[in-house]
């Protein structure tokens, strides 16, 4: 069974589904199946970092355009 030790602390808890969500769709698109148990650590760093990297790019897009409308 896995354990999840992660000590990252989200700003708006109610939004883990929806990154979760993220994180299987930017797998999807990458090409990278992901275990539903959560164990990731059959994964190359690279495998991984790759998703987080896309992850946070798709993140950053989508705050900049909400700042774009905001501060038109």
């Known amino acids: 069974m896995s354990q999840n030790n992660n000590s990252n602390n989200l700003v708006a808890p109610n939004s883990r589904g929806a990154l979760e969500q993220l994180k299987y769709e930017v797998a ?3 090409g990278i ?3 539903p148990d959560g164990y990731q650590g059959n994964k190359t760093s690279y495998e991984n970092g790759s998703i987080g990297g896309y992850i946070t790019k798709r993140l950053v897009t989508l705050a900049e355009q909400q700042l774009a409308g905001q501060y038109k």
């Open 33 to 35: 199946t992901l275990s």
């Open 28 to 30: 999807q698109e990458l």
